[in-house]
Every structure is written in C-alpha cells, then in structure tokens.
C-alpha cells in the first residue's frame, strides 16, 4: 500500500477545478502549494505542477485526454515516475491514469495514508491507519490485478485469477473485520478511562487544530511533554495527554490530537473515530490557529466544520492564534475573546490559561452542604477537586460552601443542605 521512497521522489502535482465541484473538493493553487507540503512531508519533491479548469471531469481519465498528454509531456521533461493528484480519484481513473501516462498515480487520499503510515508509533495509531488503508485499498484490487488484463481470455488463466482476486477481498474484509474489533476494544478501555475521569471530576481540554497550527509545542509549553513537535505537516498523530495544573483548586487533563486537514479521507476519520471521540467528551476545545498562516481563515473554517461533526453542541472553544510573534501585528484578529500567542516564546500563556480557568469555572455551581462525620472524608476531595470557602463544624455535621463542577456537585446531591 506503501509506496517505496524511491518511487515518489519526483512527482507532478495536478488538480482539477471543476465547475460541479463543491468548493470543498476543487482543486487551487493554494490546495496545490498544500499538496506540495504533503508530498516533502511523506519524503517526495515536486517537479511540476499542472492545474486544469473544465467543466466536470472525465469519466474515464479524470482529466481528458488533451491534458493526459500534457501531463505525460511534464513528466518525461522533469523525469517524474510520479502523478500525485489533488482531488480524489475513482479507482477506474487511477487504473486509466496510470495505464496513460506509464506512471504510479496517486490521489490526495492516498499521499496523506501514505504520511500517516510513516508517523504512527503507537499500537493503536497503527491500527486506526492500517485500517484507513485497507478501506482505501478494497475496491481499488482489480485495478493491481494488471497481469490478469493481459492474460484476458488466456486459456486455463481467467478461472483461478478470479479466484485468487476473491480471496484477496476476502482476507482484507477478514483483516477489517479484526482490526475494527480491537479498536472497538480500544474504544472500550477509553470509554472506562473517562468514566473514572468523570468520576474524580477531572475536565478534560483537547487541543485542536489544523495540521502544523503547533499544537503539540503549545502542550510542551503548558505541561512539558516533551513529545516531538517539528514544523511539518501531520507531525503528531498519537494522542498524548498530560495533567496541567490551572490553580490551587483546578486541574485539567490537557490533551493533543491530530491536525486536521481540508480533504480529510472520509476512511481516516472513520478509523480514528476511537482516538477523534474524545472531542466529543471534552469539557473545553482550544481551537489553535497559525496567526501567520495566509490561507488562516480558510483553515479555520475546515477545523470549525470538523469540530461541528465531531464535538458535543454545547462544548465550548477558545480560540488562540499562535505563532503570533511571526505574524505582523496588522496581521493579528481583532475580534472579541482572540487569545494571540506563541507556543515558541510563552507570549500570552498567562492569558490563556486564565480564560481557560474561565471557561471551566462557568460549568461550576456553589453547593450547600452538610455532611455526616462518618461522611468526612468527602472534605478531602473538596479540598482538592474544588474551591473551598467555609467550613463550619456543627452537631449535625460538616457544614461547608463550595464550588465544584456538576459531576461532583451530582455525587454530593444527598447532603445538599436545604435552608
């Protein structure tokens, strides 16, 4: 599924801007640059790039013949073994393309599985992209299956080389089928983990953001992780979580995903559902933006989008722009509640971490409470998972006011004092 290193290391970069395509699935120059982003970051280099407007694409080669051979001129000029496409491609347009132009064709699906292949390190990174792959691969086989088409017909070859093509489906749903099992599984430890979570009253801020926005620097930043943070594309793809201490009577459990992307495979969102699902039990999102990004507003509204699928309705963001000591000033929002700041210096943390103390404080009540002496030791938890502000011993109890979250505001509703 890989492609070898060897193979992608000159390509041509080509789109299509179709009038019948949604502004989401077109192809720009900017897509392009991207896509030129993508292709360093999974190892290629770019020798051309080739931008078609037309109507609708063609059925069978995507792009119509007149323009196949251009691109065939492009890549015999700039010695390319490599047409990487930036829309998505139908697998009886990939098979044409590559048959037309005698080279290995990809589409932007599979150059960013490619990527993801190469950076997952965890085991249930691995899963969640050996997945993805295997979904993107399954109706493309026939297209592999290029001997068969020239043996077409052969007496004493058609019979078993269909049957080897079904029993390779076969074991590649075989292979799904194990595969959505154990991350099922993996589902099921995190759903047990953040049951606990809920139960100690821990709330939980996800980072999000688009891809290189510098969400994993932020997270060193705030709690010293210390996990890589380099400036490519789909760096951090394991999500990793720290505890962060917002003040004496709050702590949160800090979290860093993968970035996001426009064009995202519909195959990796649906296999990395088990890590994505944790957006949708945060109790805040920190939505980062690179303040000095020239396509920032566009970004913006492809993480909005993503995170209105994948987040609960009511979860609230805070919106911070980063690397805002590299953007000039005219450059930096002017709308109400920017946070401007930079994971790289510190500028503005102080800030953040205020408003998200903010943020979190808003889902907090003050609770009445009298609780038996046998009882005491719900005290301590006070003490260390809310504020604290009077404790009076009584004949009938501990009397004390304090402001906790709902879940432990929950949990305490039977010795919410009545008067």
Not at 235 to 253: A, F, I
Not at 296 to 304: F, P, T, W, Y
Request: aromatic share 4%.
């Amino acid at each position: 599924m890989t492609p070898e290193k060897a193979k992608i290391e000159k390509a041509v970069l080509v789109g299509l801007n179709a009038d019948v395509f949604a502004a989401s699935e077109t192809a720009t120059d900017e897509t392009l640059d991207e896509l030129e982003a993508l292709l360093e970051a999974a190892g290629g280099v770019c020798t051309a790039k080739l931008l078609q407007n037309r109507h609708a694409p063609d059925p069978h080669s995507f792009l119509g013949e007149g323009k196949v051979e251009e691109l065939k001129s492009l890549l015999e000029t700039t010695e390319a073994n490599m047409a990487v496409f930036d829309n998505d491609l139908s697998p009886s347009q990939n098979r044409a393309l590559e048959q037309m132009t005698g080279v290995t064709v990809l589409d932007r699906s599979a150059l960013i599985l490619d990527i993801f292949a190469q950076r997952a390190r965890t085991k249930e990174g691995r899963l969640q992209v050996e997945l993805a792959q295997y979904k993107y691969l399954l109706p493309r086989l026939t297209g592999m299956w290029t001997h068969l088409e020239r043996q077409e017909g052969a007496i004493g070859t058609r019979g078993p080389g269909e049957t080897q093509l079904e029993t390779d489906r076969r074991l590649i749903r075989r292979r799904i089928q194990r595969l959505e099992a154990e991350l099922k599984e993996v589902r099921r430890i995190r759903a047990v983990q953040r049951e606990r979570r809920i139960k100690n009253a821990t709330p939980v801020v996800a980072i999000v953001g688009y891809t290189n926005a510098g969400k994993s620097t932020l997270l060193n930043r705030l709690t010293g992780a210390g996990i890589p943070a380099n400036d490519r594309l789909f760096d951090t793809l394991d999500t990793t979580t720290r505890r962060l201490k917002l003040s004496d009577t709050l702590e949160v459990l800090l979290s860093d995903t993968v970035g996001f992307i426009a064009k995202l495979p519909h195959h990796l969102v649906e296999a990395f559902q088990a890590t994505l699902e944790e957006l949708r039990y945060a109790d805040l999102l920190l939505h980062v933006v690179d303040a000095a990004d020239p396509e920032r507003e566009a970004h913006i509204a492809v993480v909005d989008h993503l995170i209105a699928q994948l987040a609960a309705p009511d979860t609230p963001v805070l919106r911070c722009y980063n690397k805002a000591d590299l953007a000039h000033p005219d450059e930096l929002p002017r709308e109400s509640g920017a946070l401007p700041i930079s994971a790289a210096t510190g500028e503005g943390l102080d800030a953040l971490l205020q408003r998200m103390e903010q943020e979190l404080s808003r889902r907090q009540r003050c609770v009445r409470l009298l609780l038996p002496y046998e009882q005491g030791g719900w005290l301590d938890i006070l003490h260390s998972q809310a504020q604290v502000r009077k404790v009076d011993y009584e004949a009938g109890g501990i009397a004390v006011e304090a402001v906790c979250g709902e879940t432990l505001a929950g949990r305490l509703r039977p010795y919410l004092r009545e008067d």
